[in-house]
């Protein structure tokens, strides 16, 4: 299926490893230009290779996406680099599950404020592309841990802001041509993640997760990926405000 991506341009925020870096290669096989950063510098330049290798436009940075001054900046030189910018992936996490203070604020700084910094670094450019196009995207990578809780863990709240804010955001902007959607996996593995990671050091609580599922397994990232990148795309193009969640059915959540 054609996505009608060809030579549309989007930045991905922690696009270097998991489902960041399935998204990039996604776009980039639907002949789109790719930005991606992410702390890692040597992952970055190999990311960017690999995509440039695909043969579309690729370029990246390290960027600390806490730092809105360095992360607004960089979007505004990949606009400048690549000529647009007509899709926003906000998929970097802090991933801390803590209910201490230092949590909240650790999940609030990189995960809300983070897509907040992006998506005003590169509103202007999504407004022209959608004035030129019809079609802008921002897509934000959530959790469906926003909508369970087993303990005051800050991570699950903090997930459960960003789905709101993206559909304030969605009705707001829809007038510009920008679509605002939410991607809210269940529980993904790939190597180096936190589920491998638990795998090693705590292979009861794996087992437990895995059991949990009914399909008796977790998500790849590419299958995260799919999902964010159709939502992206003008074959979504009446799609806006929705928060898709993608979780094997892992949760026992009605979507009315």
């Known amino acids: 299926m054609d996505l009608g991506l060809k030579g549309r341009n989007a930045v991905v925020l922690g696009g270097t490893r998991g489902i960041g870096r399935a998204i990039a290669d996604t776009l980039a096989g639907e002949g789109a230009g790719v930005a991606v ?9 190999g990311s960017v290779a690999e995509l440039q290798a695909m043969g ?23 606009a400048r680099q690549l000529g647009s910018v007509d899709m926003l992936f906000s998929n970097a996490g802090a991933m801390a599950q803590g209910g201490d203070p230092a949590s909240w604020e650790q999940n609030f700084r990189l995960d809300v404020l983070g897509a907040v910094n992006a998506f005003e670094a590169a509103r202007p450019s ?3 592309s959608g004035e030129k196009t019809g079609d802008a995207a921002f897509i934000i990578i959530s959790s469906i841990s926003a909508a369970q809780a087993d303990s005051a863990s800050s991570y699950g709240p903090i997930k459960a802001a960003l789905i709101h804010m993206a559909k304030g955001l969605a009705r707001q902007y829809a007038g510009k041509k920008i679509r605002v959607n939410v991607v809210s996996p269940g529980t993904v593995y790939f190597r180096g993640g936190i589920w491998n990671m638990v795998e ?13 599922n009914p399909t008796g397994r977790m998500a790849t990232p590419q299958e995260i990926a799919n ?3 159709f939502l992206a795309s003008p074959a979504s193009s009446f799609t806006t405000g929705s928060n ?12 009315f």
């Open 37 to 45: 950063c992410a702390r890692n510098a040597d992952q970055v330049a």
């Open 56 to 78: 579309v436009k690729a370029t990246g940075a390290s960027v600390d996406i806490t730092d809105a001054t360095a992360l607004k900046s960089w979007i505004a030189d990949v």
């Open 126 to 128: 999504l407004e022209a």
């Open 200 to 212: 090693q050091n705590m292979p009861k609580r794996y087992q437990d997760a895995l059991a949990r």
């Open 227 to 229: 999902a964010a990148v």
């Open 244 to 255: 898709l969640v993608v979780d094997g059915a892992i949760s026992n959540r009605v979507n």
